[in-house]
């Protein structure tokens, strides 16, 4: 690699480099520092036609050399001719710089992939320049932005009335295109923090709102979005809990709250069990009453007759009683006790 | 069945309530039909006014969201704001009047407590409270 000194004059600056913003005070920096020290750094070209050189880096070096003043510069020829070769080692060469905005670098990146001239993969880009896809990816991301926007966006993470980092911009770029610069303007005015940002995008692209509603919102300041935003937080969470259908046996939550033991040997202790216990114990079991006992009907005297056919009236009025009492107890017991009840669970 | 009041339909009530302010007053039957709420029971128009409060404390423009005979406003002329505050403090004053003419009666017919102590704790019990 040889170091020649170059006639200012034969030089052409290239137009088709990535980086295009150039401070004129950072020049006058650059070109005071050169008169003071001299330059560090020789700039590299490659040949062109007739004995001229187009600049592969350093354009803001050879400004600087013009601004002093000076006809020769320092420069390595570049034998690479390709022209991917050459962008791409331009872009190495500014990628690390701090000055080098991310939409020059997302213009860069759009143009090797897309330009018909260099036309190379998302993955060989990455390679190349040791990113990763996911890196060149997010860049391509802040070209969905209007103009305006674009120009708002700078390097670093320094949060700047006006300006917008790619942290801040990026949570919005799949927010719908008639929100997402409105939003992004309010955002680089209001200084929004990127963690606001995220949750402000959350709400423009919540698919249960509708577009009217959107539309509101996205007038509104970002204090209030971001109280919206936890509005729609708690009602999204009071919308999942889910209503389930459950069957409940109904005794069994009567008698538990009533405090009865589900234990089977309480069993005995329910009063109507005891009650049935009780009657059950007290009435003989019934026998066929024999001939000789019937027969003793003819010792009744006539005047008794009465008083016992009324003993007899009033013993089956009795047991008709128990067994209409008892008839109803029964089906009563047979009734299906079961019941449908909502009960409220979270998903 | 009650309306399943949803963030959609909150931010269309808080649209219209700001809207108050261009469209001038509007009575609740006439909020409810814009964001297509029913108004049959009490409790639909017990809900739509809870909401309207809620929002009203939310946003900072509708603080003063207030009824007058012509329905709800939300003031910015000085005479809009007097519309709404005065009923306010007419009940104030009634409230103030009705605790009077409670006093007036247990000074007049209250009875004694039979116990002195009783008595004497409430008196200090209500004392403290008012220190407080």
């Not at chain 1, 939003?183 to 423009?204: G, H, M, N, T, Y």
């Not at chain 2, 808080?14 to 909020?31: A, C, F």
């Amino acid at each position: 690699m040889k170091v020649l000194e170059i006639a200012l004059d034969l030089i052409e600056e290239d137009t088709n480099q990535p980086r295009y913003n150039f401070d004129e005070e950072s020049l006058s920096e650059l070109a005071n520092s050169i008169k003071e020290i001299g330059l560090l750094n020789p700039i590299k070209v490659r040949v062109i036609n007739n004995g001229r050189y187009k600049i592969v880096f350093g354009n803001r070096r050879y400004r600087a050399f013009k601004l002093l003043g000076l006809k020769t510069i320092p420069a390595i020829i570049s034998e690479d001719q390709s022209e991917v070769e050459i962008y791409l080692e331009q872009l190495a060469e500014n990628i690390q710089r701090e000055s080098f905005s991310p939409i020059e670098e997302a213009e860069a990146f759009y143009k090797l992939i897309n330009d018909q001239r260099f036309r190379i993969s998302k993955k060989l880009l990455a390679s190349r320049l040791g990113k990763s896809e996911r890196y060149i990816s997010q860049k391509l991301d802040l070209l969905n932005f209007g103009k305006k926007v674009q120009q708002m966006i700078k390097s670093g993470s320094e949060i700047v009335q006006n300006r917008l980092t790619e942290e801040q911009v990026l949570p919005l770029k799949n927010v719908a295109v008639e929100y997402r610069d409105a939003l992004a303007e309010k955002v680089a005015k209001e200084q929004v923090p990127a963690k606001d940002v995220k949750r402000i995008s959350e709400l423009f692209l919540a698919e249960d709102i509708s577009p009217q509603t959107k539309e509101f919102l996205v007038t509104k300041p970002v204090s209030q979005l971001l109280n919206d935003w936890h509005e729609y937080q708690r009602s999204k969470s009071e919308s999942t809990k889910k209503v389930k259908l459950e069957v409940v046996d109904l005794s069994n939550n009567e008698m538990s709250d009533q405090n009865y033991k589900s234990d089977s040997s309480d069993y005995y202790n329910i009063p109507i069990v005891k009650k049935l216990y009780d009657l059950f114990n007290s009435i003989p079991s019934q026998h066929i009453i024999s001939d000789n006992v019937k027969d003793s009907i003819r010792e009744i005297k006539i005047e008794n007759r009465k008083e016992f056919i009324n003993t007899i009236d009033a013993l089956i009025d009795c047991l008709i009683g128990h067994v209409h009492q008892w008839e109803s107890i029964k089906e009563l017991t047979n009734t299906n006790r079961f019941t449908l009840i909502k009960r409220e669970s979270r998903k | 069945m009650s309306v399943m009041w949803d963030f959609d339909l909150e931010k269309k009530l808080e649209k219209v309530l700001l809207d108050l302010i261009e469209t001038g007053p509007k009575h609740l039957r006439e909020i409810a039909n814009e964001i297509g709420v029913p108004l049959k029971t009490q409790s639909d128009k017990n809900s739509l006014k809870y909401r309207m409060k809620k929002l009203a404390n939310m946003n900072e423009k509708l603080h003063f969201l207030g009824y007058t005979s012509e329905g709800y406003i939300v003031p910015s002329y000085a005479d809009e704001f007097y519309k709404i505050s005065k009923p306010l403090r007419s009940r104030g004053r009634g409230l103030i009047m009705k605790a009077d003419k409670i006093d007036n009666h247990a000074s007049k017919f209250g009875k004694k407590r039979e116990v002195e102590q009783i008595e004497l704790f409430e008196v200090l019990t209500d004392e403290r409270a008012s220190d407080a």
